[in-house]
């Protein structure tokens, strides 16, 4: 009888991201002064609602009489009152009016959660996390996204699988062959990588070999700035909890666009997860020839995405139908950012009759 050893480790999609960092729940442009719309964190409702003077709020989604969402309410002034029995809320969680509170009966000491929120680059950001660490802990800072040399595209999706996936998705480039219908045979190298505590970065030399390539890689790399299908190095890298990534044309100085992503749980299981992306474009020197592109770039970014979902959302399936993570990895770059993100997330609450680790069995060495 062949033998058999049991390796003991945390699924890594069992374990849940840090709560203690800014993440994006939103786009600003969604919530207009006046209004309220609903978000989500990690199975946290938030109410995030802007008042007349254009600030913004973020409260615990649910009022404190009968627990209705206050996503539903209405605005006033800078109050947020709940669309049931009126109870109203200012912006630091607080109940400022019971309309029909009789006299001499005490006003509850406590309304609703406030969480600490940021606006910047188009995005919503919130601290989820503990409130001390707020104050220490700064956003997010994206220069590319502010600078007049460069144009900011922002993508904001829904994808249901677990955020690991994604950080594993977009570190790992030999899944090229994934998106041979688009960029043609690419031969990524993988011409080095760092690792630390909170931190994976990998830089990769891209060649085109052969096939057809859609309009919009070229124009978004070598080819818009130099006119040649030069190969390209590409850099990414986890810092967690975020994800970055800078192409640069072999032989240029400075990269030809930056991206940088967040992928924020919605659901408790943390099974579904928000992407939100800003890709700052570098402008060339030609007026208006970005403008002309754009369309091309934008159709390019989404058939890329659209397949890198499907990989994603496959993976995840496969993990919901197996019960766990029965993945056999063999690139150590993969390897250790699956450490990084557990290493420094939190283990999520086991389902009933679950754990929050998984025996993995596997054959010996050399089967």
Known sequence: ?????????????????????????????????????????AGERIALYRGTSGRLYALEDRCAHRQVPLSMGVVEGDILRCCYHAWAYRGTG?????PYLPKG?????????????HEAYGLVFVFPGNLAKAAVMPPPELPACVSPRHR???????????YSFLHENLLDMNHQFLHRGILGKIEPTLLRYDTGPTSVQARYRFTHKAGKKDRGAGLLAAER???????????????????????????????AFSLWVAYVPEDAEQRRSHVYGLLSIEKPRVPGALHLA????????????????MAVEAEQRAWDEQRGDRNHEVFPLILD???????NGLPLAAPAGGCGSCAVTEPPSGQ
């Open 1 to 41: 009888m062949t033998e058999t050893r049991t390796r003991i480790e945390t699924d890594l999609r069992r374990i849940g991201i840090d709560p203690d960092f800014w993440y994006p729940i939103a786009l600003s442009r969604a919530i207009a002064a006046g209004k309220a719309v609903a978000a989500s964190f």
């Open 94 to 98: 607080r109940i400022s009016q019971i």
């Open 105 to 117: 009966v005490t006003r509850p000491p406590r309304g609703v959660r406030a969480y600490p929120v």
């Open 152 to 162: 900011t595209m922002t993508f904001s999706r829904t994808v249901l699988c677990h």
């Open 225 to 255: 700035v130099g006119g040649a299908d030069n190969p390209d190095v590409i850099t990414i890298r986890t810092e967690y909890p975020y994800q970055t990534l800078t192409l640069v044309p072999e032989g240029a100085d400075l990269p």
């Open 294 to 309: 754009w369309p091309f770039i934008r159709r390019f970014t989404e058939r890329v995405f659209a397949e890198d979902r």
């Open 337 to 343: 950012v699956r450490d990084v993100l557990r290493n």
